[in-house]
T-cell receptor, first 112, second 111 residues
Framework: KAGVTQTPRYLIKTRGQQVTLSCSPISGHRSVSWYQQTPGQGLQFLFEYFSETQRNKGNFPGRFSGRQFSNSRSEMNVSTLELGDSALYLC???????????FGQGTRLTVV | AQRVTQPEKLLSVFKGAPVELKCNYSYSGSPELFWYVQYSRQRLQLLLRHISRESIKGFTADLNKGETSFHLKKPFAQEEDSAMYYCALRRGSGNTGKLIFGQGTTLQVKP
């Protein structure tokens, strides 16, 4: 079956702009989580959605937001981009509960 | 506070040598512990989890609640084991997908 798909794979944006990243989970998976990966901070949890509801939120400013649609696809949005937002953004999906999380290839965001 | 600590950024061993990647955690409840691996140019993938108690690709990890550790071990390292390894923690109640990751350890297996 198809894995977790993230689009786009690469993105270059200017400071102050906003960006939307997309994640298509594995078919049947209802839980989608987002992570930011940087060399300095490692992998940090952004938020988790389950059945269109945000279930958990990490310690990120309000400029970072997300949503999940009825087909479980998820988007995350970052407004007023800062240079420090440059990172690899990873999405993971799972069936929920104690099920394994599967990760996408990530979207590499560069803010200039 | 929930925290996962991997004290080594880089571990370099020769092929055939034993490997131990250290992971310590801080959590007040009963956590689930995982090891994830990221090979070069590949996505992050689950290597093993403590509740399954499996051995995957020769790797094992035992949860030591007394020492709050979940070290990853392999008796004989192979060159194809070279990768980035992340230890991660999840609340054990099962109603969250939130993973807390350590900073990762790069394992380099030299020929």
């Amino acid at each position: 079956k198809a894995g977790v798909t993230q689009t786009p794979r690469y993105l270059i944006k200017t400071r102050g702009q906003q960006v939307t990243l997309s994640c298509s989970p594995i078919s049947g998976h209802r839980s989608v989580s987002w992570y930011q990966q940087t060399p300095g901070q490692g992998l940090q949890f952004l938020f988790e959605y389950f059945s269109e509801t945000q279930r958990n939120k990490g310690n990120f400013p309000g400029r970072f937001s997300g949503r999940q649609f009825s087909n479980s696809r998820s988007e995350m949005n970052v407004s007023t981009l800062e240079l420090g937002d440059s990172a690899l953004y990873l999405c993971a999906s799972s069936l929920g509960g104690v099920a394994e999380a599967f990760f996408g290839q990530g979207t590499r965001l560069t803010v200039v | 506070a929930q925290r996962v600590t991997q004290p080594e950024k880089l571990l370099s061993v020769f092929k055939g040598a034993p490997v131990e990647l250290k992971c310590n955690y801080s959590y007040s409840g009963s956590p689930e512990l995982f090891w994830y691996v990221q090979y070069s140019r590949q996505r992050l993938q689950l290597l093993l989890r403590h509740i399954s108690r499996e051995s995957i690709k020769g790797f094992t990890a035992d949860l030591n609640k007394g020492e709050t550790s979940f070290h990853l071990k392999k008796p004989f390292a192979q060159e194809e084991d070279s990768a980035m390894y992340y230890c991660a923690l999840r609340r054990g109640s099962g109603n969250t997908g939130k993973l807390i990751f350590g900073q990762g350890t790069t394992l380099q297996v030299k020929p």
